[in-house]
């Protein structure tokens, strides 16, 4: 699945004017209201974000992983909570119903998920199941035609937003082949959400505790009409969602190496603009260094990625994924404390954007998989080898 390149072109053209002339104007009222304007997220349906990822036949625009990864770069260069709002549209909502849903399901989730009409969050999350994903405690229970859901799903993304989520539950024994995956209309009676979660950084992103009790939703309603294989379905989720967010990553660090570079120009201090001393430049070039080798890793992953079986598992690609995320987040750690330190005390101040984005870059190091839980993936293929 691809866009035709001239489509494609003009497709990131027209992404790359919007984050200029809508998006990066709008960050410190994304910031003053913790959300993203009403306005914003309809121009965004209207261009057709939500549904990148989906393919024509769904009514989305059908980006190969490649491209979908150049997109998110841009998106990358301007505050997180504008792509977030469609983020779980775009990938881990929808992916688990694209990669291993039934057609009725596709049929009837898909479209409206590709509209924006509905907005799809990931639920795997628990108060006791963070990276150790298969502990999942969240029960679901056969009756009749029915299964009946109870648990809590922690730190959801967007659910104060959702219409629906792909939620894992357990319907099986203790371990990964216990866990199912559902789709949960988010309206279903015995849903309610926890407060707003307040946060490091990224203002305007939601995010809250989803509660369950005694939910019941239809059989048919498991992704694939098939029980015990949702940890499966939720690990090619995140092997891709990882793999977006190393985008999502680089375009960050660019911005941050712009804004800094910027600075370095402006900014005078023993008679000279800072950029002319060595030890600013050596920020500078580690940090454009350090991008030029995440961004290496994201298209030759992504293009591995496109590459393999649609919606099948490949280790080495999964574990390229990890390598990816864990490289590219860690990044732009680096690339962020370097853009504070470059701006001296201003970097400390909250009118300029290093603060910010400091702090939201740092939980792209921690969710769709913590830095140590990549490790782990990593060495256990290479064990596995
Ligand atoms: N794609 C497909 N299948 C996968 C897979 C992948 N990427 N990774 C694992 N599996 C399969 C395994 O092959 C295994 O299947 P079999 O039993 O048929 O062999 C099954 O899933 C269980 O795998 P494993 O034994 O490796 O599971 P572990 O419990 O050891 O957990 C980790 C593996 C730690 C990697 C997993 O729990 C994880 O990714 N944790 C982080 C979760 C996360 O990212 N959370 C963020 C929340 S969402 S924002």
């Given amino acids: 699945m691809a866009l035709d390149d001239e489509s494609f072109s003009l497709l990131r053209a027209s992404v790359q004017r919007f984050i200029e002339e809508r998006l990066k104007p709008a960050e410190d009222t994304l910031e003053e209201l913790d959300d993203v304007p009403a306005e914003i997220v309809a121009d965004m349906k209207e261009m057709g974000l939500f549904g990148i990822s989906i393919p024509e036949e769904y009514g989305g625009i059908g980006l190969s992983m490649s491209q979908e990864c150049e997109v998110v770069y841009d998106l990358g260069h301007t505050a997180f909570a504008f792509r977030s709002v469609f983020g779980t549209n775009v990938g881990i909502g929808s992916q688990g119903i694209l990669m291993d849903g039934t057609e009725e399901q596709k049929q009837a989730y898909l479209p409206r998920i590709a509209s924006g009409d509905l907005i799809i969050s990931f639920a795997l999350t628990e108060p006791e199941a963070g990276s150790d994903a298969a502990s999942v405690q969240t029960r679901a229970v056969l009756e009749g035609d029915h299964y009946v859901i109870n648990g809590t799903k922690r730190f959801i993304t967007n659910a104060p937003r959702a219409g629906a989520f792909t939620l894992m539950a357990r ?152 390598c990816t995320k864990m490289f590219c987040t860690e990044m732009v750690g680096r690339v962020a404390d370097r853009a504070v330190q470059i701006h ?14 400091y702090r939201d870059v740092r939980l792209l190091r921690l969710y769709e998989g913590t830095t140590q839980i990549q490790q782990l993936i990593i060495a256990k293929q290479l064990l596995r080898d």
């Fill in 171 to 322: 319907t099986g024994d203790a371990g990964a082949s216990g866990i199912s995956s559902f789709i949960v209309p988010a309206d279903t009676p015995g849903i309610t959400l926890g407060k707003p979660d307040r946060k490091m950084g990224q203002r305007g992103t939601k995010t809250c505790d989803v509660v369950l009790e005694n939910v019941r939703v239809p059989a048919a309603n498991i992704i694939g009409g098939v029980p015990g294989v949702g940890f499966k379905t939720a690990m090619k989720v995140l092997d891709r969602g990882r793999l977006h967010i190393s985008a999502l990553a680089c375009g960050m660090a660019h911005r941050l190496i712009t804004d800094a570079v910027a600075y370095a120009r402006e900014r005078k201090q023993f008679g000279k603009p800072i950029g002319d001393f060595q030890l600013i430049q050596a920020m500078l070039a580690d940090s454009q260094a350090e991008l030029y080798a995440g961004m290496s890793m994201v298209r030759d992953c992504a293009q591995r990625y496109d590459a393999k079986a649609p919606g099948k598992a490949d280790p080495e690609v999964s574990m390229l994924a990890s």
């Fill in 344 to 357: 001296g005390g201003a970097g400390y101040i909250a009118e300029y954007k290093a603060e910010r984005f």
